[in-house]
């Protein structure tokens, strides 16, 4: 069965430095997302990503993120300068359309350890 | 954005039938309601969705009444696998961004 990806798996960094977590969605999927779930908490929507754009991110999802799909098959989330409480597991997810009936496939997983 | 409430926790043996129910009191018109499952340090995993009456699948069961203020998610025969959160959703059908509440912890004991 077809799943999405995440490397790495755990990533620590030191505050201010920036990260790129790398996601493979499903090869014949669309609609790409990231997630976070701070330790103890909720998953927590990011950012939605279509046709090459953004089609829709969270209020966390501030000037530090970006996105982007470099090239056909990965998807990335990238943290410009992290800090402590960014400290997360980051989740991708694809879907094959960009409706809710559209299931979403999540990957692993990457955790984040910002010291 | 409708609004989930489900019990935070629930304890079951293997073998029995666990039923989780979510309220959901101000889902709208074109709100569908799904229910994810996440294993500790993997991320979710979809079960079932429904929008009215009865759907059954391979996993799980979805009741949701005519008035689709409430939805109970059954899960038969459990095990000791299946100890997971589960967690309701409720979105429109035009939107993709999943809202995820604080879940249902269930724990299957021997």
């Known amino acids: 069965e077809p799943e999405v990806t995440q490397t790495p798996s755990h990533q620590v960094t030191q505050m201010g430095q920036e990260v790129i977590l790398r996601c493979v969605p499903i090869?014949?999927?669309?609609?790409f997302y990231w997630y976070r779930q701070i330790l103890g908490q909720k998953v927590e929507f990011l950012v939605s990503?279509?046709?090459?754009?953004?089609?829709?991110k969270s209020e966390i999802f501030d000037d530090q993120f970006s996105v982007e799909r470099p090239d056909g098959s990965n998807f990335t989330l990238k943290i410009r300068s992290t800090k402590l409480e960014d400290s997360a597991m980051y989740f991708c997810?694809?879907?094959?359309?960009?409706?809710?009936?559209?299931?979403?496939?999540f990957g692993p997983g990457t955790r984040l350890t910002v010291l | 954005l409708a609004k989930t409430t489900q019990p935070i926790s629930m304890d079951s043996y293997e073998g029995q039938e666990v039923n989780i129910t979510c309220s959901h009191n101000?889902?709208?018109?074109?709100?569908?309601i799904t229910w994810y499952q996440q294993f500790p340090s993997q991320g979710p995993r979809f079960i079932i969705q429904g929008y009215k009456t009865k759907v059954t699948n391979e996993v799980a069961s979805l009741f949701i009444p005519a008035d689709r203020k409430s939805s109970t998610l059954s899960l038969p025969r459990v095990s000791l696998s299946d100890t997971a959160v589960y967690y309701c959703?409720?979105?429109?059908?035009?939107?993709?961004?999943?809202?995820f509440g604080g879940g249902t912890r269930v724990l299957v004991k021997p």
């Open positions: 959703l409720v979105g429109a059908a035009a939107g993709n961004k999943l809202t």
């Open positions: 090869s014949n999927h669309l609609y």
């Open positions: 101000n889902i709208a018109t074109n709100d569908y």
């Open positions: 990503f279509y046709n090459n754009e953004i089609s829709e």
């Open positions: 997810a694809s879907s094959d359309g960009g409706q809710i009936t559209d299931t979403q496939y």
